[in-house]
């Protein structure tokens, strides 16, 4: 059996949820879970819930942007 690979942890967007990873439970910001945690996650909100994650972490981004300047190439 191998081992999971977890995302580099790096509290970008605020949104924590509690997992449980190699025995022991912590907290972890949306940006780094897994998929499978990432989909769990959802599976529990309601409607609301969803639209209020979505506006927070579209709101997390834009601040990220603004902050460093980045603006996504576009094709010409």
Do not use: H
């Amino acid at each position: 059996m191998s081992e999971q690979v977890y995302p580099k942890e790096r509290n970008l967007d605020g949104v924590y949820y509690r997992v449980q990873r190699d025995g022991k439970w912590c907290n972890r910001c949306y940006t780094d879970l897994t998929d499978d945690e990432q989909n769990e996650f959802m599976s529990r909100l309601d409607e609301e819930g969803l639209k209020r994650v979505c506006s927070f972490l579209a709101n997390t981004l834009r601040n990220m942007a603004d902050q460093m300047n980045i603006i996504r190439g576009t094709e010409e």
